[in-house]
Nanobody
């Protein structure tokens, strides 16, 4: 099982980035995939999740309205489109596979993790 996140970088406040998470080694469509972030000195938090089988998405209050999660079950990729980025969005972003098809907010219920990609929002 592998998940690989990419697409991070530096962006000015108000800018946009699209993160990608490519998965392999498991039946992708059967699992919910989440996006997390961890800022310096803070705990890792879930910000979004997509469940294909349930047809549902989750967004945390901190990103709701600015972020859109989507997935492509042909390429086994989950995307996170982030708009109107703020300095407080600066963090390492991770994608992770949940242990089943349902989205959840508890970090310990995600069993496979990709390496993070750094997002820096500053002027």
């Amino acid at each position: 099982v592998q998940l690989q996140a990419s697409g991070g970088g530096w962006v000015q406040p108000g800018g946009s980035l699209r993160l990608s998470c490519v998965a392999s080694g498991f039946t992708f469509k059967w699992y919910a995939i989440g996006w997390f972030r961890q800022a310096p000195g803070k705990e890792r938090e879930v910000i979004s999740c997509n469940s294909y089988t349930e047809g549902s998405q989750y967004y945390s209050d901190s990103v709701k309205g600015r972020v859109t999660i989507s997935r492509d079950n042909v390429t086994n990729t989950v995307y996170l489109q982030m708009n109107n980025l703020k300095p407080e969005d600066t963090a390492v972003y991770y994608c992770a596979r949940r242990r089943n098809q349902l989205c959840g907010v508890r970090t310990e219920t995600y069993d496979e993790w990709g390496r993070g990609t750094l997002v820096t929002v500053s002027s």
